[in-house]
């Protein structure tokens, strides 16, 4: 596993920042990229607040049209996250960049403070879906998006994860934010909503598989499952996913500001292999046949493009290749 220094997130960010509705509080979200120059000082650390751990049952409500491809990438990518890897020996695999967040934030060793000696596991709890959008329209506020996350039943000690079709417009969905997690102090569980970016914001929210909108220009990578806008979903689900397991309720792992809190993924914003810099996702694997870039194997032979995450043992932020 490469290791990249985090001075190498010196020129860049992806901040976070805080919402809320009368029952439920967000924590964190993935934003696009910013110019920022991070204080050394203060390092992304754990604040004896819960973590999720153990089995984590996942309710997912599909909100407007996901064709059975779309979803299919993204249920693979879960059943990814703690399947048997079925990568080649030696490549990497969805389930290991999980088992990074595992080991360094959620094992006893990692996190006393009520971890689970059992491997967290994502484990798939039901799926609802409204396909034509008649319960709300095709215009959400964040509060709106809370009540979908309701709607979808979440477990305790779970999360909700509310996927908006690229047709369906979200307060806030790429002007600076791409994607959110937040959690529900009435029901104890988590939530995430992620956005298709394809058609509102592929520049900002579907990079590097699209031209930036703002910084460094370079040619956009092939996305894995040739879905530009899917593809970045999976981007932003896995780093919500990490932030929401490490710092669900905003007291848990997390650098800065409780209020706009950096996390796992978004410590090392836009870096995916080594020798990542502002504008240069790095060293990625290459598909021969189709051209496209990856840095994990899953499940049926899915390949995805996973974020780094932050090493609190060592400071930095490690990447798959």
Known sequence: ????????????????????????????????????????????????????HGDIPVSIFWYGQFTPAQKSIILD????LTAAPQAAPGSPSVAQWWSTIDEQYLSPAANPNGASKQKTRILLANQLSDDTCSSMGK???????????????????????????????????GMGRCSVHGSDAG?????????????????????????PVYGPQGAP?????????????VVNLASMLAGAATNPSGD???????????????????MYGSRAYPGYAGDLKVDEVT????????????????????????SACDTLV
Not at 221 to 233: E, I, K, R, S, Y
Request: glycine content about 10%; some cysteine; proline content about 6%.
């Open 77 to 80: 990518f879960l059943l990814s």
């Open 139 to 173: 215009s959400l506020t964040m509060a709106q998006i809370t009540d979908l996350a309701a709607k979808a039943e979440p477990k305790q000690g779970g999360i909700a994860l509310v996927f908006t079709a690229q047709d369906v417009a979200v307060d806030g969905f």
């Open 291 to 314: 051209g496209a870039s990856y840095n994990a194997v899953g499940a049926n032979g899915r390949k995805y493009l996973l974020p780094a995450l932050y090493n609190p043992s060592t």
């Open 1 to 52: 596993m490469a290791l990249v220094r985090a001075n190498a997130m010196a020129a860049v960010l992806l901040a976070a920042v805080m919402l809320a509705s009368t029952a439920q509080l967000s924590m964190g979200a993935r934003r696009r990229m910013e110019l920022y120059t991070p204080d050394p000082a203060d390092m992304l650390s754990y604040h004896n607040g819960a973590v999720l």
């Open 252 to 270: 848990g792992y997390y650098q800065g500001s409780r209020d706009a809190p950096l996390e796992a993924a978004t410590a090392c914003p836009g």
């Open 187 to 211: 029901s104890g569980a988590a939530y995430i909503w992620v956005g298709n970016p394809e058609t509102q914001c592929p520049g900002e929210c579907a990079w590097p598989f699209h031209e």
């Open 221 to 233: 990578l092939v996305a894995p499952n040739a879905d530009v806008g899917v593809d970045g979903m």
